[in-house]
């Protein structure tokens, strides 16, 4: 299973305000397959799933701001695809957790 990190930036809006974005991101990754998990931050989104699946959640969130009149999008993405264990967001929250302060 692969996690990505992604922020999408909508360039050229007619506000300095993107959570209407966000929100469109939002909805369309609650569409997304069941196999498919996203977690929200204030800064950038996380999803986890297979790597295939993941890359075309991407590409839905990178097009989205252009359903919406943007006519320039920023996308950064990061991928952690570990082969050698199974990974998942809450078990590297949970690996992090676990030691000792």
Do not use: C, W
């Given at each position: 299973?692969?996690?990505?990190?992604?922020?999408?930036?909508?360039?050229?809006?007619?506000?300095?305000?993107?959570?209407?974005?966000?929100?469109?991101?939002?909805?369309?990754?609650?569409?997304?397959?069941?196999?498919?998990q996203?977690q929200?931050?204030?800064?950038?989104?996380?999803?986890?799933?297979?790597?295939?699946?993941?890359?075309?959640?991407?590409?839905?969130?990178?097009?989205?701001?252009?359903l919406?009149?943007?006519n320039?999008?920023?996308?950064?993405?990061?991928?952690?695809?570990?082969?050698?264990?199974?990974?998942?967001?809450?078990?590297?929250?949970?690996?992090?957790?676990?030691?000792?302060?």
């Amino acid at each position: 299973m692969a996690i990505i990190e992604i922020t999408v930036i909508p360039i050229g809006t007619a506000s300095t305000s993107l959570s209407s974005y966000v929100a469109d991101l939002h909805r369309s990754l609650e569409e997304a397959p069941e196999t498919i998990q996203f977690q929200m931050t204030p800064m950038s989104t996380i999803i986890e799933g297979e790597l295939d699946e993941l890359l075309s959640v991407v590409r839905r969130l990178h097009e989205a701001p252009f359903l919406r009149g943007a006519n320039r999008v920023s996308t950064s993405i990061k991928i952690d695809d570990r082969r050698d264990k199974a990974a998942s967001m809450a078990q590297k929250l949970r690996s992090v957790e676990e030691k000792p302060r």
